[in-house]
C-alpha cells in the first residue's frame, strides 16, 4: 500500500510540474516566437494550433493521473475499517475524487471539443 502512495505522489507532482511548464514556460514561447526568432514567424492563429496539440498531450497524461488517482482512492477507502457508504460519499465530495472527477471530465470534454469530436 505504501509503494501505491509514492507512486500516487510521484504522479501528482510530475502532473502539476507539466501544468506549470506549460503555463510558464511553453506558451510564452509558442504565442511570442517574434522573441526568440524574429517578426513574422507564426500567426497567433498557429500559435493557438499548437498550443492546442500540446494540451491535447497534456490532456492524456491528466486523464490517466485522474484515473489512478480514483482507484487508489476508493482502495483506500476499501482498505479502511468501516465501510460506510455515507463516509464515502462525504470524503469524495470533500476530498480529493471530487477535484479528480473534474479533471478527468474536463481532460475528455475539452479534448473532443478541441479535435472537433464532440
Request: hydrophobic share 55%; proline share 2%.
Given at each position: 500500500?505504501?509503494?501505491?502512495?509514492?507512486?500516487?505522489?510521484?504522479?501528482?507532482?510530475?502532473?502539476?510540474?507539466?501544468?506549470?511548464?506549460?503555463?510558464?514556460?511553453?506558451?510564452?514561447?509558442?504565442?511570442?516566437?517574434?522573441?526568440?526568432?524574429?517578426d513574422g514567424?507564426?500567426?497567433?492563429?498557429?500559435?493557438?494550433?499548437?498550443?492546442?496539440?500540446?494540451?491535447?498531450?497534456?490532456?492524456?497524461?491528466?486523464?490517466?493521473?485522474?484515473?489512478?488517482?480514483?482507484?487508489?482512492?476508493?482502495?483506500?477507502?476499501?482498505?479502511?475499517?468501516?465501510?460506510?457508504?455515507?463516509?464515502?460519499?462525504?470524503?469524495?465530495?470533500?476530498?480529493?475524487?471530487?477535484r479528480t472527477?473534474?479533471?478527468?471530465?474536463?481532460?475528455?470534454?475539452?479534448?473532443?471539443?478541441?479535435?472537433?469530436?464532440?
Amino acid at each position: 500500500m505504501k509503494s501505491l502512495m509514492v507512486v500516487y505522489l510521484a504522479m501528482l507532482g510530475i502532473a502539476i510540474g507539466v501544468e506549470i511548464a506549460a503555463g510558464a514556460f511553453i506558451a510564452p514561447v509558442i504565442f511570442f516566437p517574434q522573441k526568440y526568432l524574429g517578426d513574422g514567424v507564426l500567426t497567433h492563429f498557429q500559435s493557438g494550433v499548437l498550443m492546442t496539440q500540446f494540451f491535447l498531450k497534456m490532456n492524456i497524461l491528466i486523464g490517466f493521473v485522474a484515473l489512478y488517482s480514483i482507484i487508489y482512492e476508493v482502495q483506500v477507502w476499501m482498505m479502511g475499517k468501516n465501510y460506510d457508504f455515507l463516509s464515502f460519499l462525504l470524503s469524495f465530495y470533500l476530498c480529493d475524487n471530487y477535484r479528480t472527477l473534474s479533471l478527468l471530465l474536463y481532460a475528455i470534454y475539452y479534448s473532443c471539443t478541441a479535435i472537433g469530436l464532440c
